[in-house]
């Protein structure tokens, strides 16, 4: 079973930044696109970033020139830094392993909260 844990969130004013942290229990997670993904309060889950074992990365068009997602496959970490946040950003981030079929695998963890807020 995979195990991921997400760290490095916090509170910030609009216009900061943070480095969010995705750790991952086996080396697996070396071998496959990882993402991150964000819930904002009452509303849906959503893709953020993404990036392939070669690290090309994607990114949903509200957070491009923004937020850089990165990995370290020695390290079996994935991070996402954020900058110029704003209020809208604020949410729960996770990060996760992208299936074949583009869906998340079921490997929820349990989510670092980021608000932004003056």
């Known amino acids: 079973q995979v195990q991921l844990v997400e760290s490095g969130g916090g509170s910030v004013q609009p216009g900061g930044s943070l480095r969010l942290y995705c750790t991952a229990s086996?080396?697996?997670?070396?071998?496959?696109?990882v993402a991150w993904y964000r819930q904002p309060p009452g509303k849906q889950r959503e893709l953020v970033a993404s990036i392939q074992f070669g690290g090309i990365t994607n990114y949903v068009d509200s957070v491009k020139g923004r937020f850089t997602i990165s990995r370290d496959n020695a390290k079996s970490t994935v991070y996402l830094q954020m900058n110029s946040l704003r209020p809208e950003d604020t949410a729960v981030y996770y990060c996760n392993l992208v299936l074949a079929s583009g869906a998340p695998a079921n490997y929820w963890g349990q989510g670092t909260q980021v608000t932004v807020s003056s």
């Open positions: 086996t080396p697996l997670f070396s071998n496959n696109v």
